[in-house]
């Protein structure tokens, strides 16, 4: 049924000559009426995974609706805003944004408290060559607020309503069926080079940087190939999961599926992709959940301590880059740039370094007379840095890693093996994801979703645990509880 309804919204959207304008505003309207349909037939926690994947996925990359004062309608904010309206007024559920007041809500209301402050300590105009940056005040202040609560809407839903034990089969599954579908794009553009988005929405993407090996990497409706490598390398991490439970998906045998999705993933020629699938594809088949879930919780701690590895260089960016050279010297040349514009950044970000430089592009670098942008940003996690700075950083990640942390604690109180496979394998999946953050900003309302339904698992396996075992055996940890003595599940 979501397969069928996102077929007739694709259909609904092309427009024959297509007009770039009209055809992908068009798009935007139409998803807020596709999620209500699909909240109208599905269970609430598959009409969320439907309606946040789907939009990510099928909807145009390069337009917004804008109006004053409030963020922009785009791929990022229409599908969050329609999952909510689809859980409040069809499904009649609102999620719970607090859930008491923990870490979980601490870091929370830092993300969407920080930018005042950031504001604040901003309002001064940035020089940039013989021109000027202006500085940031209320009203950016609480642009940024209103936008960062959309952006992590999804966590919320997640939280709420995929905290059941089935609802990680259920994310899991749907990742498969979604990659099993977008597949069919991404080989037809590997071998027809990227078109759909032309032909659908009306817009060329840009492809300066999407040719690998005499052919194009496929973009299908997102914004470059490395986020669809991304996708197709998550779905095959997914789809390992199942053929570990022998759990079939459209009666296919699972093992053959997870060999089709890897021939997918190769075929979009992405190093980085294909190294995470490579390293983590075989620990969800074969690796016990309480190894899984160690390798995520490491990753999980690199990649918060990446800042302060790479402000004390400590690092190893000189191997990696040489490491990097021994498959390509294009690969390697496109690291090595990488790593000298992050020391750049980190440069600049660490002249504010607690709530950074607020919005309008004043952390970035600017040379000459003309006050050229030489910087690139490529990684999320400098990206926030500079932005939002240290506190804004911690946030951010810190709500991110918190899912990953939980679960860990969390792993032993699962009530099958068979949940403890799919926990293990989705807290994987999340720390991959925030792995990522640190070369490229592939974070979106998907990723948030997966870290809402990781915490709210976790924590509904501790109130199951605090009912079964006796208050003399339990210890409470400001991240979880903890037994002392004994085991449950």
Known sequence: MAFAACIVYQAATVAWPPTSDESEAKALLIWPVVALYLYSKLPVSQATLWTILGGYLLLPTDLQIKYKMIPAFDKVTIPSLAALIG??????????????????????????????????????????????????????????????????LPFFLGREFLRRAENNAEVLRVMVLAGLAYSLLMLFEVRMSPHLSAWIYGYAPKLATEFRD?????????????????????????????????????????????????????????????????????????????????????????????????????????????????????????????????????????????????????????????????????????????????????????????????????????????????????????????VDLLPNASISPWTWLLVGALLGRAEALYAVARQQIPAGNMEFSPIGVQESRGSVG
Request: with cysteine.
């Open 214 to 434: 005499n052919s194009f990497r496929p973009l299908v409706f997102l914004a470059n190939g490395l986020l669809v490598a991304f996708f197709a390398m998550t779905a095959t991490v997914a789809a390992a999961a199942l053929w570990r439970t022998q759990s079939r998906v459209l009666r296919l045998p699972p093992g053959g599926i997870v060999g089709y999705l890897s021939f997918v993933l190769v075929m979009c020629k992405t190093m980085g992709a294909l190294i995470y699938g490579a390293a983590v594809v075989p620990l969800v088949r074969w690796a016990s959940p309480r190894m899984q879930i160690r390798v995520a919780t490491v990753l999980v701690i690199l990649a918060l301590s990446y800042p302060m590895l790479r402000a004390a260089d400590l690092f190893p960016t000189t191997s990696i880059v040489h490491a990097a050279s021994a498959v390509s010297a294009d690969r390697a040349a496109s690291l090595e740039t990488r790593f000298f514009n992050e020391d750049q950044l980190l440069d600049r970000a660490w002249e504010r370094p607690w709530f950074g430089w607020g919005r309008y592009g004043r952390n970035r670098v600017y040379k000459g007379y003309l006050g050229s942008d030489s910087s690139l940003t490529d990684g999320y996690w400098i990206i926030t840095f500079g932005t939002f700075g240290a506190v804004g950083f911690a946030a951010t990640f810190g709500l991110l890693g918190l899912a990953v942390f939980r679960a860990a604690l969390a792993l032993k109180f699962a009530q099958s093996r068979r949940e403890r496979e799919y926990l293990a394998a989705l807290a994987l999946i999340v720390a991959i994801n925030i």
């Open 87 to 152: 859980c409040m007024f069809v499904a009649r559920r609102l999620p719970k944004f607090f859930h008491g007041f923990g870490i979980a809500e601490v870091l929370v209301l830092s993300i969407l408290i920080g930018p005042f402050v950031t504001s604040m300590l901003n309002g001064d105009p940035v020089r940039a060559g013989n021109g000027f940056l202006p500085g940031v005040g209320p009203y950016d202040a609480g642009s940024a607020m209103i936008f960062n609560f959309i952006f992590i």
